[in-house]
C-alpha cells in the first residue's frame, strides 16, 4: 500500500517551508493542505491539538507536529538523501545548531526587523548570527552539512530567504557583507539549490507581508 502524505500548513512560513524542504530532498509525493489560521480547519485542531498550529505532517493518519521534529521524522521514516549523519556527535551538534536557531536567532532577527534596524536591536542579532559565521568558517564546506543540506540548513530556511525579503521590504540591512561573508555566500548557495527553491514562496509575497506587517513605523 502506498504511503499517503499530507502536510497542513500556510503560504509564507519558513516553518511550513521546512517541511517542504525535507520533502522534496526525500523526493516524497504528498497533498498540501493549505490552512486558513482564523479558521482553523477541523482536522487541524484534531491533529494539533496541544499547539492548533501548522505545520503538522500526517503519514498514513499519524499526525506528527513541530517543524524541525518532522524533519527529523522525515529522514527517520524514509530512505534517500541522509538529512541527519548516522555519527552520533555530528547528529547531536545538528541538533544544538537547529535548536540555537530556533531558540536565539530568528527571535532576535523578527526583533531587529520589528525595530526597522535599530542600531542596538540590529547588535544583538548579529551577536548571534557571529555564531553561525565562525560555525560555517570552520567547517569550510558550501553548507552546514558539509558539502549536502543536513538539519541545520533547512533550520536556517528563514535566515537564508526571510531576512532579503524584509531588508527589501523595510529598506534595511541586517545580514551586512562585510560583517557576514560566510553566511550570505552560504545563502546564496542554499537558495539555489533546486529542491529548496521547490519549496519556497514567491519572494514578492513575503516582500509584501513584511510590508503590510512592520512597514507603518
Known amino acids: 500500500m502506498a504511503d499517503e502524505v499530507k502536510l497542513y500548513g500556510v503560504d509564507g512560513s519558513p516553518f511550513v517551508c521546512r517541511v ?3 520533502l522534496n530532498l526525500k523526493k516524497i509525493d504528498y497533498k ?12 487541524l485542531l484534531k491533529y494539533n491539538p496541544v499547539h492548533k ?34 555519527d552520533a556527535y555530528e547528529k547531536a551538534q545538528a541538533r544544538f545548531w537547529a ?27 548579529h551577536e548571534q548570527l557571529q555564531f553561525l559565521e ?26 537564508a530567504y526571510w531576512v532579503g525579503a524584509a531588508e527589501e521590504a523595510l529598506g534595511i540591512k541586517l545580514v551586512i557583507k562585510d560583517k557576514f561573508p560566510k553566511l550570505i555566500e552560504w545563502g546564496g548557495n542554499y537558495i539555489n539549490c533546486q529542491v529548496v527553491k521547490d519549496g519556497l514562496p514567491p519572494r514578492e509575497i513575503l516582500v509584501a507581508f513584511f510590508k503590510m506587517q512592520f512597514g507603518n513605523a
Open 53 to 86: 498550529k501548522v505545520p503538522v505532517l500526517v503519514h498514513n493518519e499519524k499526525p506528527i507536529s513541530e517543524s524541525l521534529v518532522i524533519v527529523e521524522y522525515i529522514d527517520d521514516a524514509w530512505k534517500g538523501v541522509p538529512i541527519l549523519s548516522k
Open 32 to 43: 498540501y493542505v493549505v490552512e486558513d489560521l482564523g479558521n482553523k480547519s477541523a482536522d
Open 134 to 159: 565562525n560555525e560555517l568558517n570552520i567547517k569550510g564546506k558550501t553548507f552546514f552539512g558539509g558539502d549536502d543540506i543536513n538539519l541545520v540548513d533547512i533550520a536556517a530556511t528563514f535566515i
Open 99 to 125: 535548536k540555537f536557531i530556533d531558540d536565539k536567532c530568528i527571535p532576535a532577527l523578527f526583533k531587529a526587523i520589528g525595530s526597522h534596524g535599530q542600531e542596538q536591536v540590529v547588535a544583538e542579532a
Open 20 to 22: 517542504k524542504i525535507a
